[in-house]
């Protein structure tokens, strides 16, 4: 079985809908990071979070809420879903001060 | 904002072939990680560097961080079909050391012709 998981792993949804992408992971890593990837840009931060009380914006945050609900879950909501928040989505995880981070397979996003 | 430069964007080689990319950056980084991403798949994490001048392989792959810390290379020897992806790098500047934020290439598409 994959260490993080990510779900769902394609959504198509309409603007203005309000939208969760969700993430587990079995490597009992204690830091978690939801990044969003562009054709032709690299990976950029949305949120992250350091432990279940610790919840820290990206570089991109706008639009984006995070919920830490355990140590190994890390849900990402888009409010009110907009056309250019269409993108491939990723959490990944991290293990204390270890600087490696570890990434799910990614949700595709599409909003209409 | 600071930037990684990914160079180059794509390769066509033969199999068997060797291959080499790099990174570079104005800036100086503290640790460089490298992944490859598959068609549908997330990123698997290949090597990390953490000095200045390392040197660390994993299996075919090599991986060097760069005497002035602003750049870093990736070789893959002896090329095979599997080796298709995405690879790019990550890199932590030494501006956020402590934050675990990294900077990410936008990546080089390779393609191995059997």
């Known amino acids: 079985d994959a260490d993080v998981t990510q779900t769902p792993r394609n959504r198509i949804t309409k603007t203005g809908k309000r939208i969760m992408l969700e993430c587990s992971q079995t490597k009992g890593h204690d830091r978690m990071y939801w990044y969003r990837q562009d054709p032709g840009l690299g990976l950029r931060l949305i949120y992250y979070?350091?432990?279940?009380?610790?919840?820290n914006k990206g570089e991109i945050s706008d639009g984006y809420s995070v919920s830490r609900q355990a140590q190994a879950k890390f849900s990402l909501s888009l409010e009110s879903a907009i056309p250019n928040q269409t993108a491939l989505y990723f959490c990944?995880?991290?293990?204390?001060?270890?600087?490696?981070?570890?990434f799910g397979p990614g949700t595709r996003l599409t909003v209409t | 904002g600071q930037q990684l430069n990914q160079s180059p964007q794509s390769m066509f080689i033969q199999e068997g072939e060797d291959v080499s990319m790099n990174c570079t950056s104005s800036?100086?980084?503290?640790?460089w990680l490298w992944y490859k991403q598959d068609p549908g798949e997330g990123p698997v994490l290949l090597i990390a560097?953490?000095?200045?001048?390392e040197l660390t392989s994993n299996g075919r792959l090599t991986a060097q961080f760069g005497i002035t810390r602003k750049d870093s290379f990736l070789n893959i020897s002896a090329s095979i079909p599997s080796d298709v992806g995405i690879y790019f790098c990550?890199?932590?500047?030494?501006?956020?050391?402590?934050?675990?934020?990294?900077?990410f290439g936008t990546g080089t598409r390779l393609k191995v012709l059997a």
């Open positions: 990550a890199g932590q500047p030494s501006t956020t050391s402590g934050t675990y934020k990294y900077i």
């Open positions: 800036s100086i980084f503290n640790t």
């Open positions: 560097l953490y000095k200045a001048g």
């Open positions: 979070s350091f432990d279940v009380k610790d919840i």
């Open positions: 990944a995880t991290s293990e204390g001060h270890r600087y490696e981070q570890y």
